[in-house]
Nanobody, 123 residues
Framework: QVQLVESGGGLVQAGGSLRLSCAAS????????MGWFRQAPGKEREFVAA????????YYGDSMKGRVIISRDNTKNTVWLQMNSLKPEDTAVYYCGARAGAPVVHYGGYDYWGQGTQVTVSS
């Protein structure tokens, strides 16, 4: 089992950047693929990015492709989401998820979730 805690959200102006962190507890972090998702009010949870156990394989959702980079450090039990050129439509709660096996793009494929961190982008 793994527990996840996101941080790094906040209020930023359009065009700005944020770096989200997801810290995992437990000694099995290196066994989980990780994903970042976001959810705006009244909308379904949306895939942003995912990364394999080794960090070699990454996937990005269409909505933020080219503006985000996912990375991880298994020695620090942490995965990051660097977000650049933020837009007001990026405003949402951002969640990280963990799953055993290869990364997937649907939120239903993840076994563990953090509590989320709010990102608000002003115009």
């Amino acid at each position: 089992q793994v527990q996840l805690v996101e941080s790094g959200g906040g209020l930023v102006q359009a065009g700005g950047s944020l770096r989200l962190s997801c810290a995992a507890s437990g000694r099995t972090f290196g066994s989980y693929s990780m994903g970042w998702f976001r959810q705006a009010p009244g909308k379904e949870r949306e895939f942003v990015a995912a990364i394999s156990v080794s960090g070699v394989v990454t996937y990005y959702g269409d909505s933020m492709k080219g503006r985000v980079i996912i990375s991880r450090d298994n020695t620090k039990n942490t995965v990051w989401l660097q977000m650049n050129s933020l837009k007001p439509e990026d405003t949402a709660v951002y969640y990280c998820g963990a799953r055993a096996g290869a990364p997937v793009v649907h939120y239903g494929g993840y076994d563990y979730w953090g509590q989320g961190t709010q990102v608000t982008v002003s115009s």
